[in-house]
């Protein structure tokens, strides 16, 4: 293609005798074109049409506004969903979204050490409430803006509410002074953070169009871009679990992450993990938040201290805290053992609403003792390995659905949760286990599980005969952007 041509100055135009214009044009010049009607965006985009950043800066205005109706927003958002956006529409979409609301603005001092993390979602997947105040204890500075449970997922937001009086609405006054105090928050979306994307999300969890790579891609970077970042991780998931089934196509959505990014001035990395496994031994708001504290004690399952460290490590690197990822992933690991990530979580706990004794006491308590201050379920009910054999995968997908019908889930927007609700994997993959050895323990409100949901949750164990291994880590890879290269 030839390169654009820049014109020179224009030679002044010859006027006739009696034309009173001078040159110029002949007449009002054109009215700018109306905006589309949302009925008329609707159809252009089924239609497999380009939407203009005016066009999409008028449906997110509608949005916001009020003035479109739920069922236009829900065929918007599958238009999108089936016929998909280009480069410039996901980077419009990502900036109208950020530009729905409020920025945040930080001292300059901080700006080296504002940093996230983000999850496309996963089951069992808790390493925000570890990796916010592990970073926080490291020295950085952690505006998350978080999301609740999309589609068979969980939220972290939920997570943190199952926590008797933690407050996701945060003025940015107040996140502000979260991070002088503590140095990260865990908030929602609100009228004045992002209401865009708060509103497009809900509707996404309840139309089929979690799975949309520019809705995913425009909705985490539309959070970050407020929050005035200088480096973003994202996990990516892929596997039978999370939103892509395979690597290739986790991998697309980093790419497109880190390019929007690019283009939004925002430096961002993603992380390729599998989610064919929960992650960690626990799925379920509080037996999350336990688990999560289990890992902040210097303990609990390896493969979520293995996903917090990488992470965290990543991000050192990226924002200039770390000489190459290896050194921030045992900064991020000693903030676990050393008590002081835990710390930081309490301070967040009671600086966000929840009682400061309580804080203090699910800090500093065991395990039972932790129990017994969050919500439960009402019954527990185990299952036993049906044979012997080597755990070669639990899966996470029926797991995931079962809890969900049980009330740890949402199947429309607004719904209450069972906090309590959830299910503890009583072995790992790749240890060895004798039949009619209990191998899932089920936290329920019911009285007992149904004949379908007790068959779902046996087939989502996978035995094998071969000898025990050690499981491996779920972290796959790491998609940088253009200008960084692997430490």
Known sequence: MAAPVTPGPLAPTPVAPGDLSWGGPRGPPDPPPEPKQLPELICLKRDGGRLSEGDIRGFVRAVVDGSAQGAQIGAMLMAIRLRGMDLEETTALTQALAKSGEQLEWPEAWHQRLVDKHSTGGVGDKVSLVLAPALAACGCKVPMISGRGLGHTGGTLDKLESIPGFTITQSPEQMQGLLEQVGCCIVGQSKKLVPADGILYEARDVTATVDSLPLITASILSKKVVESLSALVVDVKFGA??????????????????????????????????????????????????????????????????????????????????????????????????????????????????????????????????????????????????????????????LARVLHELGAGRSRAGEPLRPGVGAELLVGVGQRLCRGTPWLRVHLDAPALSGPQRRALQEALVLSDRAPFAAPSPFAELILPPTDTQQ
């Not at 496994?277 to 504290?293: F, K």
């Not at 004690?297 to 200039?320: F, I, K, N, Q």
């Not at 308590?365 to 009910?381: I, K, M, V, W, Y």
């Open 241 to 398: 679990a999370a939103v892509f089934p395979s690597q290739a196509e986790a991998r697309e959505l980093a790419g497109v992450l880190v390019d929007v990014g690019k283009g939004l001035g925002l430096r961002v990395a993603a992380a390729l993990t599998a989610m064919d496994n929960p992650l960690g031994r626990s799925v379920g708001h509080t037996l999350e938040v336990e688990e999560a504290l289990l890992c902040m004690d210097g303990a609990g399952p390896p493969d979520l201290r293995d996903l917090v460290t990488r992470l965290g490590g990543a991000l050192l690197w990226l924002s200039g805290q770390a000489e190459d990822q290896t050194e921030g992933a045992a900064r991020v690991a000693a903030t676990l053992d050393d008590g002081s990530a835990r710390g930081r979580f309490e301070r967040m706990l009671a600086t966000q609403g929840v009682d400061p004794g309580l804080a203090r006491a699910l800090c500093s308590g065991t395990p039972a003792q932790r129990r017994q201050l969050l919500p439960r379920a009402r019954e527990q009910e185990e299952l036993l390995a049906p044979a012997d054999g080597t755990v070669e995968l639990v899966r996470a997908l029926p």
